[in-house]
């Protein structure tokens, strides 16, 4: 399709629009399955070592994912996002569009509903989709939550629960009138803006788009209806010193790999360091991918949760950890609380970070996004906000033995763990 043909579409049917993007995203991954059947198995030969010109070919071809262009970026770290998605939120004139795995009924979730109710009562078209798993909406708070908002004008969808193949809706997306996105690891509640090590980013720019559309082609799965003359797609403010910037979706239930297939090209491509903080770290081609790195001399440090709310992925991770260090994998364990954030960056230029983790149940079968930037800049700001004083608190695992437990875990990495209470 054209640009011109695009916009045309997306004035004349929003939803529309997003169904066209997501059917490309598809399509280039298919493709890349069909050309490439061993790529997972084994890296793909024409990505190299610090090539990274090829890196961004094969990532469009594999995936789908076109550059957003250049995007205004702000990373913020635990607590420091509560200001800035509070005054969005509080500055919305015409839509808030939300996609959330998990929004918990605690006095964050309260606050955040009572804010979205009252945008709702000032004319603000308040859209929110919550997964019926995540968001545990069978519990009467929950419940109590949800129908608190409906009665205050926000439209609120909540997607049902898989009922055989764990197909959960893991995204984490906030629109803003169509201009200011948010995307990252938190979902909403205490956990997640208070209590755990997290992240989250503001983005503003053409990629904002991207996140509509992404959110648009769930809300319609989900039933929901939005009007042709809303205007969902304002022209974005030119943000000339901004960062180049791709929204890489991945559609689970074996729609997909594109994420897996974003991680692997690039981990391939790393000619000097990787490094990675994800709570939930079991997957083994993703692990095999870090090993090779390492032995080629890739500095590759990985950040887990010492203290993780999921006992079975963490036993799966630790499964690995004698394999990781004799590869030369430096491994560390963040202390105190949950480490709950999914990035990475790789020779100080590629950046990513997103809602995935990097297990199967994220790779394969959940509805994922993330957002892969490509400029130093943004990198040196991932480091000093993150990897920086992260690593610098960790405990360096040197040596591990894994217990009966572990082993039996990750024998399981590969298939879909249980279902997780918060990811």
């Not at 230029?349 to 983790?357: A, C, L, M």
């Not at 996004?369 to 480091?383: G, P, S």
Request: hydrophobic share 45%.
């Amino acid at each position: 399709m054209t640009v011109a043909a695009r916009l045309s579409a997306q004035q004349a049917d929003p939803l529309a629009a997003a169904d066209v993007a997501s059917r490309d995203i598809l399509a280039g991954s298919r493709i890349a399955a069909q050309s490439h059947p061993d790529f997972l198995g084994s890296p793909m030969a024409v990505l190299k070592p610090g090539d990274w010109g090829t890196y961004l070919s094969y990532l469009e071809s594999a995936t789908g994912t076109k550059s957003a262009g250049k995007n205004s970026i702000e990373f913020f770290v635990d607590k420091q996002i509560i200001a800035p998605a509070t005054a969005a939120v509080n500055g919305a004139k015409a839509s808030i569009h939300i996609e959330v795995y998990q929004f918990q009924a605690d006095q964050v979730g309260q606050a955040f509903a009572q804010m979205l109710a009252n945008k709702a009562g000032q004319g603000v078209r308040v859209r929110l989709v919550l997964d019926a798993f995540g968001s545990k909406t069978n519990q009467p708070a929950v419940q109590k939550l949800i129908d608190f908002m409906r009665q205050k004008g926000v439209d609120v969808l909540v997607r049902p629960n898989p009922v055989l193949d764990g197909h959960l809706d893991h995204r984490k997306v906030m629109v803003i009138d169509g201009t200011i996105g948010f995307t990252g690891g938190m979902n909403i509640g205490a956990h997640y803006q208070e209590e755990w090590h997290d992240q989250q980013t503001l983005l503003q720019g053409p990629a904002v788009a991207k996140l509509q559309e992404a959110f648009l082609s769930q809300w319609k799965a989900a039933g929901g209806t939005v009007a042709a003359s809303e205007d969902l797609f304002p022209a974005p403010a030119p943000q000339p010193d901004g960062y180049e910037t791709r929204v890489v979706a991945h559609l689970g239930g074996d729609h997909d790999e594109n994420i897996k297939l974003a991680y692997l090209g690039a981990i391939t491509t790393a000619q000097k360091l990787i490094h990675i903080a994800d709570p939930y770290f079991a997957d083994e081609d993703i692990i095999n991918a870090l090993e090779t790195a390492a032995r080629r001399g890739v500095q590759v440090k990985v950040e887990l949760p010492a203290m993780n709310n999921e006992k079975i992925v963490q036993e799966a991770s630790r499964g690995y950890y004698p394999d990781l260090i004799a590869a030369g994998v430096q491994v560390f364990e963040y202390p105190g609380r949950m480490a709950h954030e999914k990035v990475a960056v790789i020779d100080d230029y590629w950046t990513t970070f997103g809602s995935s983790n990097l297990d199967a149940r994220s790779l394969k079968n959940n509805d994922e996004l993330n957002v892969i930037v490509t400029d130093a800049r943004f990198a040196a700001v991932v480091e000093n906000a993150l990897f920086d004083p992260d690593f610098k608190q960790c405990k360096r695992i040197l040596h591990y033995t894994p217990t009966p437990a572990d082993m039996a875990a990750r024998a399981e990495s590969g298939v879909l763990l249980p279902n997780p209470a918060a990811r």
